[in-house]
């Protein structure tokens, strides 16, 4: 793809082909430059923490990808914080001035029904923002993001909404993917080296409307990176994470085609209470819509409410969101997504779980153009 940044709107369509290449991040082993000048993915790829916490700036784009449940006092709260990274053509390095980072925060009160979003972009060069090829270390002006297998911090701040806590893994790094590659089509390149922290005890402050609330729950950390983006063919994705109450957590990401139809790279992980991973193929899972809502901002139409099904494991689940209007529509980017927190109940091997999740829906509010 070629891109020429002579004025504003042409900077405006690089980040938003990097918002959704962020789901158009795809994977390898040694990573060799492409013609495009950027590193691609490839099967292999010799992964290693803490060092791949960092970033990755032989690639065209990357993100952090931080989303949680919140709880105090009986009050119920949902956080994401997200950081991307994308670089331009002809970048050099973390710190040069061909990298563009923006970063989303929206915090919904669950239990009040209000939901609040916020965004930033910044040109890489003069500090501002960045992320280290060393260790876990990304920033947007004041909101960050630092850490790594240990204790991890971040940090946000908004029009009189903040956050700050602190997180500390409960489990591994699970790396998605059969030969260490996410596979999101069935060209070779149509992959993305992913990654996630999916269990992360979480306490902290929020700040909201003048006042200090300490929280605590559980959060999910996705880290991706790739230099493609998705087939013609693909329309947006559909992508879950799950945290159960036996220690179970589960994450399905179904690409969707132009006609509703799941694309058949579409996959997921299972993974048990100490850690171990089953790999899952599109044939291993279902994902039936329960209802949909539509966007009083859009006008686009998104389901809500699902099953989940993975018949080998015993598993059935119903995702429920604990706000309708989750909504994310950015200025920036001009792109628009629903990224929400979800409620689950269901059985396991015949017994009741509960548990907690997020819903990320791409594509609805109109086609993904890169």
């Not at 158009?24 to 992964?47: D, H, I, K, M, N």
């Not at 209000?114 to 910044?122: G, L, N, Q, Y």
């Amino acid at each position: 793809m070629r891109l020429r940044l002579d004025n504003m709107s042409d900077l405006r369509r690089t980040i938003g082909v990097a918002v959704l290449a962020a789901a158009a991040l795809w994977s390898g082993l040694v990573p060799t430059p492409a013609a495009s000048g950027f590193e691609q993915v490839r099967p292999g790829y010799p992964w290693s923490f803490p060092r791949d916490h960092a970033s990755h700036p032989g690639f065209k784009t990357e993100w952090w990808y931080l989303t949680g449940h919140l709880e105090s006092g009986g009050r119920h709260f949902g956080y994401q914080l997200t950081f991307f990274r994308s670089a331009l053509k002809g970048a050099r390095g973390a710190d040069s001035s061909r990298q563009v980072y923006f970063a989303h925060f929206a915090v919904g009160q669950l239990d009040g029904g209000r939901f609040r979003f916020f965004e930033k972009m910044s040109r890489g060069g003069l500090g501002v923002a960045g992320a280290s090829e060393k260790d876990l270390r990304v920033w947007n002006g004041g909101w960050r993001l630092e850490g790594g297998n240990g204790p991890q911090r971040l940090r946000a701040e908004a029009a009189g909404v903040a956050l700050e806590l602190d997180l500390a893994a409960l489990k591994p790094p699970t790396v998605h993917g059969r030969d260490r590659i996410s596979r999101k089509g069935r060209e070779p390149g149509h992959a993305s080296y992913y990654y996630s922290l999916t269990r992360l005890d979480t306490h902290g402050t929020l700040w909201l409307d003048g006042a200090s609330l300490p929280v605590r729950g559980a959060s999910w950390m996705d880290h991706e990176f790739s230099s493609d983006q998705l087939s013609p063919q693909q329309k947006g994705w559909d992508w879950f994470s799950v945290q159960l109450s036996d220690g179970t957590d589960l994450m399905i990401y179904r690409m969707r085609l132009g006609g509703g139809g799941a694309d058949p790279a579409s996959s997921g992980t299972l993974i048990g209470a100490g850690g171990g991973k089953t790999d899952l193929s599109l044939a291993q899972f279902r994902v039936e819509p329960l209802g949909t809502w539509v966007s009083p901002h859009t006008g686009a139409t998104y389901p809500s409410g699902w099953r989940l099904t993975l018949p080998a494991e015993g598993l059935s689940l119903e995702v429920i969101p604990q706000l309708q209007d989750q909504e994310l529509v950015t200025r920036h980017s001009r792109i628009t997504y629903w990224e929400g927190a979800c409620a689950v109940r269901g059985t396991h091997n015949g017994r009741l779980v509960t548990g907690q999740g997020f819903v990320e829906l791409t594509g609805y509010a109109g086609p993904l153009r890169f």
